[in-house]
């Protein structure tokens, strides 16, 4: 049923400057066409995916577990580097749990480098001391309301010879499903981060499969992490072959495209990075001549042809811009849809040394793209080279709402809303007959958006005499 207002009338009246995160439906006869109009634009661009409806198994755990990890942040440069390693050294203070909530975000990505604190073998027994420092990280995330995702990072030696240190890898998720397992249901435990060089997808998959059950055992309801190997490539998740009877796992992939924008300048990939200067999105108005790329003695073929591309093609196919990740996290949706497992972004980001427009354009549309999908995501980083915040604060300013956009608000039929915000975010919907002070806000609703945009219907509509509705996320 869609219940009518009785003034006939439901345009936006749209106060986001004033309050953020809330968006508000009013009632002027006048505003009427013209705020359908652009609205209707808004819903086209937004439109959600066809096949939505057609997920196999839509309410398996981890589907219920993955809305609670939809928008998270990387933890970086703490404890996935060993004492005194320069690209370490960061700690995360109980202020920084309190800012990362009050932004908005929903969970944490804690990468630990469990091995580097693993004895001799065959019980490749972990340190308490680094226990002791993941558990401050986990407490602090978690007495919050903040959901964790806790990964094995930089397992290198593992990567490059997984036969050779299976056991360890048992091993240390061993010790560490044990250690945790009487967390909640909002910890979780990811494999490993980035699996590349000899762990390929399919030399993971029973390790994977190995591993799973070993951490069962102690944690029968543990959401777990998985991803495919090539550092979490989309292109690898066809190669992904998990334990068909266990539903608690979601898959993680990682997505740094358009590589050679969110790199620039990243000393740890030189020298086909050294470019710096490159906006997003392209082309730029003063192309980047191919004796720049030379100078910078960069070779290969490929980063010639990407940038060939950057200066001239229009944004629509610019590798320098949504072109480079649209199709690809279309294709991570599809997977998902079609296999029954929830995906999870779990790195993306773009490094410091950007334009800092472009980085905020960057994020914008990637986490647009992504919320417009239903995918979870965890950005790369909170405060370190592709920092979300800097001094305290979002940096660039445009940063926040380039995560965190205020709901928008559409009236497709008279009496009922359409919020249009991110699966997983819980919105209240208050009602109040005037806008004159004081005003008197009834709330109406709370509802949790399961997909990218929820009609709403108020009931009792028609029962009042007109009147303007707020709607409100709840971080
Ligand atoms: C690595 C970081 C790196 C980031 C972006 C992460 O997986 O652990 O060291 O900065 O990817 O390249």
């Known amino acids: 049923?869609?219940?009518?207002?009785?003034?006939?009338?439901?345009?936006?009246?749209?106060r986001r400057a004033v309050a953020r995160n809330q968006c508000w439906l009013g009632k002027k006869f006048n505003l009427l066409v013209a705020l359908f109009a652009l609205n209707a634009a808004i819903?086209?661009?937004?439109?959600?995916?066809?096949?939505?409806?057609?997920?196999?198994?839509?309410?398996?755990?981890?589907?219920?577990?993955?809305?609670?990890?939809?928008?998270?942040?990387?933890?970086?440069?703490?404890?996935?580097?060993?004492?005194?390693?320069?690209?370490?050294?960061?700690?995360?203070?109980?202020?920084?749990?309190?800012?990362?909530?009050a932004e908005g975000f929903d969970h944490v990505r804690i990468p630990v480098a469990w091995h580097l604190y693993a004895g001799p073998a065959p019980n490749f027994t972990i340190t308490n001391s680094i226990f002791t420092r993941a558990d401050a990280l986990v407490n602090n995330?978690?007495?919050?309301?903040?959901?964790?995702?806790?990964?094995?990072?930089?397992?290198?030696?593992?990567?490059?010879?997984?036969?050779?240190?299976t056991n360890e890898f048992y091993a240390i998720w061993k010790q560490v499903a044990?250690?945790?397992?009487?967390?909640?249901?909002?910890?979780?435990?990811?494999?490993?981060?980035?699996?590349?060089?000899?762990?390929?997808?399919?030399?993971?998959?029973?390790?994977?499969?190995?591993?799973?059950?070993?951490?069962?055992?102690?944690?029968?309801?543990?959401?777990?992490?998985?991803?495919?190997?090539?550092?979490n490539s989309i292109d690898q998740l066809s190669f992904l072959s998990l334990p068909k009877t266990d539903?608690?796992?979601?898959?993680?992939?990682?997505?740094?495209?358009?590589?050679?924008?969110?790199?620039?300048?990243?000393?740890?990939?030189?020298?086909?990075?050294?470019?710096?200067?490159?906006?997003?999105p392209g082309?730029?108005?003063?192309?980047?001549?191919?004796?720049?790329?030379?100078q910078k003695k960069i070779t290969h073929t490929w980063v010639f042809d990407w940038f060939k591309d950057y200066n001239v093609k229009p944004t629509s196919v610019n590798p320098s811009s949504s072109f480079a990740f649209r199709a690809k996290l279309q294709r991570a949706k599809t997977w998902s849809d079609r296999v029954g497992r929830p995906i999870h972004v779990g790195e993306?980001?773009?490094?410091?040394?950007?334009?800092?427009?472009?980085?905020?354009?960057?994020?914008?549309?990637?986490?647009?793209?992504?919320?417009?999908?239903?995918?979870?995501?965890?950005?790369?980083?909170?405060?370190?080279?592709?920092?979300?915040?800097?001094?305290?604060?979002?940096?660039p300013a445009g940063m926040r709402d380039a995560m965190f956009p205020p709901p928008v608000l559409n009236s497709p039929a008279l009496g009922s809303f359409e919020i249009q915000g991110a699966a997983g975010k819980s919105y209240r919907v208050s009602r109040t007959p005037s806008l004159s002070a004081p005003i008197d806000w009834t709330a109406i609703?709370?509802?949790?958006?399961?997909?990218?945009?929820?009609?709403?219907?108020?009931?009792?509509?028609?029962?009042?005499?007109?009147?303007?509705?707020?709607v409100e996320w709840l971080k």
């Open 43 to 101: 819903s086209r661009t937004i439109a959600a995916p066809a096949a939505a409806e057609s997920i196999p198994s839509r309410d398996t755990p981890a589907h219920v577990a993955a809305l609670r990890f939809m928008r998270g942040i990387n933890l970086g440069n703490d404890l996935e580097y060993a004492a005194g390693n320069g690209a370490g050294g960061l700690t995360y203070s109980a202020a920084d749990f309190d800012l990362i909530r």
């Open 445 to 470: 609703a709370t509802q949790m958006l399961t997909a990218p945009v929820m009609i709403f219907n108020d009931v009792d509509a028609t029962n009042q005499a007109g009147g303007y509705y707020r």
């Open 247 to 280: 539903l608690n796992l979601i898959v993680t992939v990682h997505c740094y495209d358009p590589y050679y924008f969110t790199h620039q300048g990243a000393e740890w990939a030189l020298p086909d990075t050294a470019i710096t200067g490159v906006l997003f």
């Open 141 to 165: 995330a978690l007495n919050r309301g903040l959901a964790v995702l806790l990964d094995l990072h930089h397992f290198n030696e593992f990567t490059a010879k997984p036969t050779a240190n």
């Open 1 to 14: 049923m869609t219940p009518t207002f009785k003034n006939n009338s439901l345009p936006a009246d749209d």
């Open 348 to 395: 993306f980001g773009c490094y410091e040394k950007a334009d800092a427009q472009s980085r905020v354009n960057f994020y914008r549309e990637i986490r647009t793209q992504m919320e417009t999908l239903g995918l979870g995501w965890a950005m790369w980083d909170w405060k370190a080279g592709f920092h979300y915040i800097k001094n305290g604060r979002p940096e």
């Open 178 to 231: 044990a250690h945790y397992a009487s967390r909640p249901a909002n910890f979780a435990l990811e494999l490993l981060n980035e699996p590349n060089d000899a762990a390929t997808t399919t030399v993971l998959n029973p390790i994977y499969a190995e591993t799973i059950r070993l951490i069962r055992l102690t944690n029968p309801g543990r959401t777990i992490f998985v991803g495919p190997g090539e550092f």
């Open 283 to 294: 082309p730029p108005t003063l192309p980047i001549p191919a004796t720049d790329l030379t």
